[in-house]
Each structure stands twice: as C-alpha cells, then as structure tokens.
C-alpha cells in the first residue's frame, strides 16, 4: 500500500498554501463574488489535479462544482464539502490566516476550507500513486450550506444517488472523532389567534394571544425527550401590539432535532393535539413548518464505512472514534437518498463560526488527509 502519509507530506506546503488563500478571502454565503472567487480558484485546483471538472453556475448563490476522477474499477466514492462561510465581508482582513502554536486559525479554516482541500489532495494523492480500481472519485463543491443547502440539496440526487459512498468533509471533532449520526433538523412556528381589547377598560371582552402561547410554550418544551434524544426549543417569541392592548395575535419558532425519520409523524401529531387545547377560551393556534433537514442515521451500511475507516486509522498509526452529533450537514441529504454516509473527515479542529477562535490542528492536516485517501482506497477494493 502506499505511504499516503510520507506522499502527503511532501504536498503540505503546497497544501498550506492554498489554505491561505482560500482563508483570506472573505466568502460569505451571500457574498457571491467572493464565493465565486473561491470556487474559480478551487476549480483550478481541480484541473492541476487531474480531474474533470463540471460547472454548476448559480444565480443567488455562489457558484458551485463537481469535480470527478474516473478510474477502471467499480466503486463510485462522492465527497461533499462547501465554499462559503458565516463570516461578514471583511473579517478576512480583520482576522487573516496565521499560525498560532500548534494550531492554524482564520475564517473558514475549519468550516470547511480545510476539508474541501483535503477532499481535494486525498484524490491528487490517490491518483499519483497509480491506483485506478475506481470507477469514480467525485468532489462535489456547494456554496450555501451554511444557509441549508437550498440549491444543491436538490443537484445531489444527480451526483451522489446510487454511490457507494457519500463522504461529507466537515471538521473531525476537537477530540479527533469522525461523525457517523447527525441529527435532522426541524423549524416550526406556532400561531395563535386572539380578539383584543382595552387592557384597563374591558379587558373581559377580550382573548389574549400571548397568554395562550405562553401555555403553549410550556407545553412543547414538555416534549424534550419524548422520543430518545430528540429536542424541542423555543427560541423566538413575538406578540401583541400595545401593553395597554390585549394581543390578538402572537408567534413562537421552534427549533426541534430529531434522530430518527420516525420520530417526525408522532412528534407533529403531539403538538397539533397540544395546540388544540383550549386553554385560553376564544384563542386558536396554528402549527406550520416541518422537518427540513432529516436525520443522517447510522445504519449498518454506515457501521460498515466506520470500521473501514477505523482500520485505516489503525494501520496509519492512530485510533478514532465514531460520535453522534446534533448539528446538520450535507451528510444528512445524503443519507435520507441512501446512500452511506460518514462525516467529519477533515482535519480535526473546532471554534466553529467564531472569526476570532476557530482553527485547525496542523498536525491532523497530513494524518487525516491520508486517513481518507486510504478509505476510499479500502471502498474501492471493497468492490472489486
């Protein structure tokens, strides 16, 4: 087998080159020019690499790509990573890419410019040694995961439906763990429907909204771990118009995660039961919203990856871990199409959508890109 880590480290400075200045543009999701930016120069990367590179030009978002490197074998390996950022034009300038200690730091470093290059060094590597049982290496670059993958949430059934694998490069976690479970993600609003009227003056001839939310709201937050693991949060609350008015209307939203598909049905029935009580007479509720991001479970298919992925660890001279987290990713999309799907495969870093904080582990940077050369390497043999 090849030393992917001795070929790795005779890239990492070409790689810490690119690292700098994909850091050091400011690519906010709906910064479009600085996203296409990044995608121009990531695309030729591509090139240099040896890959054929599909154009995926965007209107709102920035623009986006999918890169493949055919082979002669069987197993169709698709890595995801995306170019933008949470961060503001001109936090790159504010907080540039620079080394501190141990750690590299900067916008973007860790979510996710550092595992898109590892995606895309991983397949440089692969192809360099002379391994070619695949019959494709793909890299599929989005532009606004950070705003939910709106856009390319609906390309992946192209690209990734019927893979052997998904392989979604977000940061491995600060302890070097890799992500096997993410939980789906759920966004509601409760409204309810009052009458007014004068708070001092008549009072009794009215209905107050905000008094049958608060109720409500007691009520949802009961449903923590009415299903193992799952979560539901109040987390923005609007209502009434005057304090001397008696609120005819009030909002919630909601946040809800989820672990299992299954859990969605029962969960929504509970709450619809809920808001049907009357416990404000002459108010009415409204549920609206649902599920928008659905779980990435672990199944045995995803068990399988783990271990193939442990074993690589092991024989590059380290151990890893598998966790569940309740975050989103793409790997999430992936997974409800199907598809095997492991996460966290970057570098190991963390302080995620903090300018100031976030960072990389330089010294994962060269173990965990060869981690995941050898992990496609070891699907691709699984096939053949």
Not at 8 to 36: Q, S
Not at 283 to 308: C, D, H, Q, W
Request: glycine share 12%; hydrophobic share 40%; with cysteine.
């Amino acid at each position: 087998m090849t030393d992917f880590q001795t070929r790795m480290a005779g890239m990492l400075d070409e790689y810490l080159r690119d690292l700098e200045i994909l850091v050091n543009t400011d690519c906010g999701t709906h910064n479009k020019a600085g996203v296409d930016a990044v995608a121009r120069y990531v695309r030729g990367r591509m090139l240099a690499f040896g890959a054929e590179v599909i154009d995926l030009p965007q209107d709102k978002f920035g623009d986006m790509l999918y890169a493949r490197w055919r082979g002669r074998g069987r197993a169709r390996v698709v890595m995801l990573g995306h170019l933008d950022t949470v961060y503001s034009d001109g936090t790159a300038a504010q907080v540039p890419f620079h080394r501190l200690g141990a750690r590299l730091k900067g916008p973007g470093v860790n979510d996710m410019k550092a595992g898109v290059l590892s995606g895309l060094y991983a397949a440089r590597a692969i192809v360099h040694s002379g391994f070619d049982q695949f019959a494709e290496i793909g890299l599929f670059c989005n532009s606004e995961e950070e705003v939910g993958s709106p856009v390319s949430r609906t390309l992946y059934p192209q690209f990734v439906q019927g893979a052997d694998a998904a392989l979604v490069l977000e940061p491995a976690r600060e302890n070097g763990a890799i992500v096997s479970a993410r939980k789906g993600v759920g966004h509601y609003t409760i409204t309810v429907y009052g009458k007014s009227a004068h708070a001092g003056v008549e009072p009794e001839k009215g209905a107050s909204a905000t008094l049958a939310l608060a109720h409500h709201i007691i009520a949802f937050h009961a449903l923590n771990g009415f299903r193992p693991g799952l979560t539901v949060n109040v987390g923005v609350v609007r209502g009434g118009t005057r304090p001397n008015v008696v609120a005819e209307t009030a909002t919630a939203e909601i946040d809800v995660r989820i672990v299992r598909a299954a859990d969605a049905e029962p969960l929504e029935q509970a709450m619809r039961e809920m808001l049907a009580r009357a416990v404000v007479p002459g108010t009415r509720a409204e549920l609206s919203g649902g599920i928008s991001n659905p779980p990435m479970e672990k199944t045995e298919a995803t068990a399988r990856l783990v271990e193939l992925a442990k074993r690589a660890a092991r024989e590059l001279g380290f151990e890893i871990e598998d966790v569940a987290t309740g975050g989103g990713s793409d790997g999430n999309y992936t997974s409800a199409l199907g598809v095997p799907t492991l996460d966290g495969l970057g570098p190991v870093g963390g302080r995620g959508h903090n300018a100031l904080e976030e960072y990389v582990e330089a010294n994962s940077i060269v173990p965990r890109t060869a981690l995941l050369a050898k992990l496609i390497i070891a699907l691709a043999q699984s096939r053949a």
